[in-house]
């Protein structure tokens, strides 16, 4: 039980008519702290919405999600997010008044953002080191050399990437990801499983929902595949490739092993 | 006309009514947020001026308090209490979006309106609260109507330069990310609500001082001083000024100043000529408006100011 660090406990949600989470006892798994785990499912199959009802932006219509003996469901999302959950979205989010390097910047939790330091002056110690930490990221994922460039000139793939960035500035125990490899090239790529073998080293929890399962389930050391809401297979990548009803549901007669 | 007494007008009600329309701009351009009820902090520090400094009720008054404190009690007391109206009007408010916390502002306002008329132990009802006292400071021969140009100039000039610091910190800059894209913001942990309620509450307090000073000028309150009209004229001036930058807050509202006193300042012979130059001062408003918002002159100059910056 210590060990687990996420747990979705019969979790349901509906939108409108559709049952987009959790048919009958609705969903639950869980997530040993330190995880690497990979979300998969084919479209519609409720992986976003699994990372949104864990991240607080939808409020499940039953269950609850716990980190770390936290109950989620009653917790707000940026409250949810400084207990060191950090997320991506499937469709990149940037903020287009600020600058590249802002955009990661932003993603730390400087003391400036309290009124009283600001008034007070007492912010300005600690910049520095938040630009020189956000710069060495940036780095990490391939913009070291945009930084001072706006957002507006980024590609698709890029934006991802920046996403990224934001989330990593903040050292998140656990980091979500969805489709980050969707319009990312394949260096790109290369660099984005460099940077996830890292923080899984670190002992990081990983989620990431991926469609390039050549990319993911090299890295990923547990599988979760979801299909109409509903778990439909949990086990390693291995065991998952010749899981007839994930090869049936999702991966296709050509993925069979 | 008196080109002396134009421009001290001009210079104090341009400062002061800047103060208000920097204030709709933080809270508007950066935090996100559309207040129409302006005018209700405003009147809110006027009136606590008042109370907090003028005598005990005697005769033929109706208000209840009179705290016979002295002025620099009662200016910290308006901005104070702008403050915690904010606070009063905020908490409910602040979850709703767009046009739906125009109209609570807004509403808010005209119950506060409606209070001061009717509820004559607060400040006499519709005669309102003369003679407000006047703080009884004087340098040498120089005339009140000059100190008062300084004070406003100085509570402006005061007002930027928090509204800067505020803006220039960590503070600003979560603020454009939760207004760029709340969503993302509080995926870093940005806490939308509570940045978005500081904001307001922050931004009534010079407010607030800005109606003690009107109090001052004025040395009366009353409800028709603080109509809606207040709040269109500051939102006009924004409007007029470019949202995106101080200075064209300040040009706005100093443009808008300029053309009321020239209209104020011409003389009537008679009844029916005053009523023909109050409509075309309507007429006139409205056709400004429409031009400067077609050629967004203002805008044009204060924005190309902050990208030499
Ligand atoms: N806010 C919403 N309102 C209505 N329906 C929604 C909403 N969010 C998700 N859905 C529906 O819920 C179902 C699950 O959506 P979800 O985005 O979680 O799927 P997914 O597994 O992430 O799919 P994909 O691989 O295409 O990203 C879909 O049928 C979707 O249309
Ligand atoms: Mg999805």
Redesign the interface.
Same mark, same amino acid.
Not at chain 2, 183 to 194: F, I, L, N, Q, S
């Given at each position: 039980m210590n060990s687990e660090f996420l747990i979705v406990d019969g979790v349901t949600k509906r939108f409108g008519g559709l049952q987009a989470l959790g048919g009958d006892g609705g969903l639950s798994f869980t997530v040993p702290r330190g995880t690497f785990l990979g979300l998969i499912g084919p479209n519609g199959a409720g992986k976003s919405t699994t990372f949104n009802v864990i991240s607080g932006v939808t409020k499940p219509d039953t269950g609850a999600v716990y980190l770390d003996g936290q109950n989620l469901s009653e917790t707000r999302t940026p409250e949810i997010a400084a207990h060191g959950l950090g997320r991506t979205f499937q469709t990149p989010r940037a903020f287009p008044s600020l600058s590249i390097l802002e955009n990661v910047i932003v993603g730390a939790d400087s003391a400036g953002e309290r009124l009283g330091a600001v008034l007070s002056g007492r912010w300005r110690r600690d910049e520095p080191k938040l630009k020189e930490k956000a710069a060495a990221v940036l780095n990490r994922v391939g913009l070291g050399s945009r930084m001072t460039g706006s957002v507006a000139s980024l590609s698709g793939g890029e934006l991802r990437m920046l996403e990224v960035a934001r989330q990593l500035v903040r050292d998140p125990k656990i980091l979500l990801l969805d489709e980050p490899t969707a319009g990312v090239d394949p260096s790109l790529q290369g660099k984005l499983s460099e940077i996830l073998a890292r923080l899984h080293e670190d002992g990081t929890t990983l989620i990431v929902v991926e469609h390039n399962l050549h990319f993911l389930l090299r890295i990923a050391d547990t599988v979760v595949v979801l299909q109409n809401g509903e778990l439909l297979a949990q086990g390693s990548p291995q065991a998952i490739r010749s899981d007839e009803k994930v090869v049936a549901a999702y991966l296709g007669n050509d993925h069979a092993a | 006309m008196n080109v002396e007494a134009f421009l001290v007008a001009v210079l104090t009600f341009g400062c002061l009514f800047s103060v208000l329309t920097l204030s709709l701009n933080l809270q508007y351009a950066r935090g996100g947020m559309i207040n129409f009820g302006t005018v209700a902090y405003f009147a809110v520090g006027a009136y606590a001026y008042a109370i907090v400094t003028q005598e005990p009720p005697s005769g033929l008054d109706q208000y209840l308090i009179g705290l016979n404190g002295p002025w620099w009690l009662g200016f910290l007391v308006a901005g104070v209490g702008a403050a915690c109206f904010a606070i009063l009007t905020g908490w409910p408010t602040l979850r709703l979006r767009g046009e739906y916390l125009a109209l609570t502002t807004f509403a808010f306002a005209e119950v506060l309106h409606s209070f001061l008329l009717n509820e004559r132990r607060i400040g006499n009802g519709s005669v309102g609260l003369a003679n407000v006292e006047r703080p009884g400071i004087s340098w040498a021969d120089v005339p009140d109507s000059y100190v008062f140009a300084v004070a406003a100039l100085l509570l402006m000039l005061v007002t930027i330069a928090?509204y800067r610091? !505020?803006l220039a910190?960590?503070?600003g $800059?979560?603020m454009?990310?939760v207004? %760029? %894209?709340e969503?993302?913001?509080?995926?870093?942990?940005?806490?939308?609500? $509570?940045m978005r309620f500081?904001v307001f509450v !922050?931004s009534a307090v010079p407010i607030g001082f800005a109606g003690a000073l009107y109090a001052m000028i004025t040395t009366l309150v009353s409800p028709d001083l603080f109509t809606a009209e207040v709040t269109f004229f500051v939102w006009i001036a924004l409007v007029l000024g470019g949202e995106r930058t101080m200075l064209g807050a300040i040009l706005g509202t100093i443009a808008l100043v300029v053309f009321q006193e020239v209209v104020r300042g011409i003389p009537f012979e008679t009844v029916r000529s005053a009523q023909i130059a109050a409509s075309v001062e309507h007429m006139l408003t409205g056709a400004i408006f429409v031009i400067i918002l077609r050629w967004q002159v203002f805008e044009r100059i204060s924005f190309a100011r902050s990208q030499a910056e």
């Open positions: - | 928090v610091r !505020i910190s960590p503070y $800059r979560a454009d990310a207004r %760029d %894209d969503m993302a913001a509080e995926a870093v942990g940005k806490d939308v609500a $509570r500081e !922050i």
